[in-house]
T-cell receptor
Framework: DQQVKQNSPSLSVQEGRISILNCDYTNSMFDYFLWYKKYPAEGPTFLISISSIKDKNEDGRFTVFLNKSAKHLSLHIVPSQPGDSAVYFCAASARSGGGADGLTFGKGTHLIIQP | SAVISQKPSRDICQRGTSLTIQCQVDSQVTMMFWYRQQPGQSLTLIATANQGSEATYESGFVIDKFPISRPNLTFSTLTVSNMSPEDSSIYLC??????????FGPGTRLTVT
């Protein structure tokens, strides 16, 4: 069963407006969340992350919000630019012993920025 | 972030054969990970490779099918054995970053006919 869900396979947004990508998770052990961006024929590129002890993290045009009680996170991109057109993956990790663990990914949302 | 390369970038193989995918990192890293992305699906972790020890496989993946080597801190290989069309996927390696993020290679696109 999918522990990380991205229910919107695609999203179309006008250039300059806000893009909001959503992600839900079911595993209460997840305590670290990440967003990746992927262009065709390339590997995923790390964008931004958030620890479960925070509810917001901001990096330039990208902001991630975490609602632990709802097991929901979202990525906001403001303003959206044509180069933002890509597939965005939400990922989660249940860190153990402070070491690196594998990530659990959602299926991705294809963001299309319209000129 | 580390620079990661993978070879081959793509391949078309016949069923029943095996393919070894190489992953090279430009710096020493503790952990390396192998993922698979089947068409239209999310990335799924196959195994974690720590230098000097046996790889740790996720549920549904076994060493006989996906043997992994990790001879040093900058290199790893994943072999897809006795391939079937269901093994057609993108295979990606990744390494851990300074925090808990991971950095990915460009992937190997495998088609099994």
């Amino acid at each position: 069963d999918q522990q990380v869900k991205q229910n919107s396979p695609s999203l179309s947004v006008q250039e300059g407006r806000i893009s909001i990508l959503n992600c839900d998770y079911t595993n209460s052990m997840f305590d670290y969340f990440l967003w990746y961006k992927k262009y065709p024929a390339e590997g995923p590129t790390f964008l931004i992350s958030i620890s479960s002890i925070k509810d917001k993290n901001e990096d330039g045009r990208f902001t991630v919000f975490l609602n632990k009680s709802a097991k929901h996170l979202s990525l906001h991109i403001v303003p959206s630019q044509p180069g933002d057109s890509a597939v965005y993956f939400c990922a989660a990790s249940a860190r153990s012993g402070g070491g690196a663990d594998g990530l659990t990914f959602g299926k991705g949302t294809h963001l299309i920025i319209q000129p | 972030s580390a620079v990661i390369s993978q070879k081959p970038s793509r391949d078309i193989c016949q069923r029943g054969t095996s393919l070894t995918i190489q992953c090279q990192v430009d710096s020493q890293v503790t952990m390396m990970f192998w993922y698979r992305q089947q068409p239209g699906q999310s990335l799924t972790l196959i195994a974690t490779a720590n230098q000097g020890s046996e790889a740790t496989y996720e549920s549904g993946f076994v060493i006989d099918k996906f043997p992994i080597s990790r001879p040093n801190l900058t290199f790893s290989t994943l072999t897809v054995s006795n391939m079937s069309p269901e093994d057609s996927s993108i295979y990606l390696c990744s390494v851990d970053g300074w925090g808990y993020e991971q950095y990915f290679g460009p992937g190997t696109r495998l088609t099994v006919t």
